[in-house]
């Protein structure tokens, strides 16, 4: 039964957390640093935003070999669903017409993120490619905190992001201010407990 819970929490958050980014998207307010990266690509290329999460994740998952990272079955998850579940909900979702409908769409987002983000990690069935990148170099260099290191990933995806034409405003600074507090909030709620202990990582999310 525990890993009946365990899966069924992860399909249900990745395929929320790409609900999430389609809100957000079509706010039109701004996105967090690795999908201005996405739309800017995907603007570039006419790729859809769901193949250019999954195409860029392939690489990213890649680079966790010389940092000895090990997949999971949430990461290979991870890669093949979410950008499959942001194409699907752009393609109903109906366009944010006035300010209010962006902001509710923006603030509808940001929430659902946080409670996919504590499905699928509180899942324990490993990280999205992107979190195992940042984790991975941190093993590897253990001077350079989490901290300064997601920092440093995800400006530089910001800046290339922006270069490319992705939408980064408002909302990407709402998102970073509170991705924190929801992931804190949501994730002992929902970690699926080892051994009778709910453990909170602290984990924020780069998907």
């Known amino acids: 039964m525990n890993l009946v819970r ?48 999954l195409l860029v994740g392939i690489p990213v998952l890649l680079l966790w070999i010389p940092l000895r990272q090990k997949p999971g079955v949430g990461t290979v998850a991870n890669l093949l669903i979410v950008g499959f579940s942001a194409d699907a909900a752009l393609a109903v979702l109906p366009a944010g017409h006035g300010i209010a409908a962006r902001v509710g769409y923006l603030v509808g987002g940001i929430l659902l993120n946080g409670v996919a983000t504590g499905l699928y990690i509180g899942s324990r069935m490993g990280p999205g490619p992107r979190d195992g990148l940042m984790t991975g170099i941190h093993a590897r260099f253990p001077r350079l905190s989490i901290r300064l290191t ?41 970690t699926v407990p080892e051994r009778g202990r709910v453990t909170n990582t602290g984990a924020v999310p780069a998907h």
Request: charge should be negative.
């Open 6 to 53: 365990r899966l069924t929490q992860l399909l249900a958050g990745l395929v929320l957390y790409g609900a999430s980014m389609g809100l957000m998207i079509e706010s039109g307010l701004g996105l967090n640093p690795w999908d201005v990266f996405h739309q800017g690509l995907a603007d570039v290329t006419g790729v859809s935003f769901g193949w250019i999460v």
């Open 150 to 190: 997601r920092t440093a990933i995800e400006l530089l995806v910001l800046g290339a992001g922006i270069a490319l034409g992705g939408t980064a405003g408002v909302g990407t600074i709402a998102y970073a201010l509170a991705i924190g507090p929801l992931v804190h909030l949501f994730l002992p709620k929902l």
